[in-house]
């Protein structure tokens, strides 16, 4: 598939280790991308090059095959883009906004005003006495009335409440059937994992780890909890080649690592021995983020030791 949004290399030094460092990734045509981290990761960054709004120290960027710094015109020319921070003028209305950003455009206001209602928004009062989760509205009626082919989302659901932060996901996926491409950074991992095919992990300015949605979704490795009656029963389970990653003894607890090829022979040792109940713990992305984030410390904190 072709590549619609590339970063290659990026490479911006604050000093004191601020900045983003060897930024490295591709969003393919039609792809929903996730960039998920932390507040101060480097996210707003990497997406602030994208916009033209920066200039790299080492590396680079382009859309569509045009330079993000060197081009910035052709580029938004087909870009939505939300901010991380939404800024407004004071002096206007919400509509009067919209309406400025339409006549920039050049495009009518009925997809505005379809927007508008499907957000519950109604845009007549001034901006500077508009809540966040308003502004916020506003900010995705200017980013997608153009009907742009690429988005460009700065933790777009900032601010919403979750009724409007499920109709934003319901909106993503249709776009996404029409075929627009869209980057999304988030630290809001139910939000990342309902809308984007690929990941990247960013921290600390550098990417730490990628993964594909369906590597999650069909994880060949399931994890269960399970509650015995005894001690007994618990101890006898434990000496089966099963892996343990938890165990508490006082409650009777285990939690346990099954490849899908031992799940039948799983099964029928979990039935018997004296169990009170199985659960199977969903393996989700905030699961892999916090172990992949968690490892990652580990190996710091070993490397500072030395």
């Known amino acids: 598939m ?22 490295t990734f591709d969003v393919k045509k039609g792809e929903v991308f996730g960039f998920l981290g932390p507040n101060g990761a480097g996210k707003t960054t990497t997406i602030r090059h994208l916009l033209g709004f920066s200039r790299a120290a080492e590396g680079g960027c382009q859309i569509k095959g ?6 910035p015109k052709k580029v938004q020319e087909f870009l939505g883009y939300v ?7 004071d002096g206007m209305s919400g509509w009067q906004f ?11 206001l009925k997809k505005a005003q379809e927007l508008c209602d499907y957000f519950a928004l109604k845009p007549s009062g ?27 989302l700065d933790e777009p659901t900032s601010g919403l409440d979750p009724l409007m932060q499920a109709k934003f996901c319901d909106l993503i996926a249709a776009e996404k059937a ?44 399931k994890e269960f909890e399970i509650k015995f009656k005894n001690k007994s029963d618990l101890e006898k389970f434990v000496k089966l080649k099963f892996k343990i990653t938890e165990k508490n003894l006082a409650k009777t607890r285990l939690k346990v690592q099954v490849h899908d090829s031992q799940i039948n022979e799983f099964l029928v040792q979990v039935g018997k021995h004296g169990v009170e109940y199985l ?22 904190e070993v490397q500072d030791a030395k």
């Open 66 to 71: 045009f330079d993000c710094w060197a081009e």
């Open 178 to 221: 029409k075929g627009k491409t869209i980057l999304m950074s988030s630290h809001m991992f139910d939000e990342v994992e309902k809308t984007c095919d690929r990941v990247v992990i960013i921290k600390q300015g550098r990417l730490i780890a990628a993964v594909d949605m369906k590597e999650i979704e069909h994880k060949k490795e």
């Open 98 to 108: 919209i309406k400025q950003i339409a006549q920039m455009r050049n495009v009518d």
């Open 126 to 152: 001034k901006l500077k006495r508009m809540s966040k989760g308003m502004k916020q509205k506003i900010a995705l009626v200017i980013a997608f009335m153009h009907d742009p082919e690429i988005l460009i």
């Open 83 to 89: 901010p991380g921070e939404i800024a407004f003028p």
């Open 279 to 300: 659960s199977e713990i969903k393996f989700t992305l905030e699961k892999y983020f916090m172990d992949y984030y968690g490892a990652e410390q580990t190996k710091e």
């Open 2 to 23: 072709e590549n619609i949004i590339s970063v290659d290399n990026l490479t911006k030094d604050y000093g004191h280790g601020r900045g983003i460092f060897n930024v």
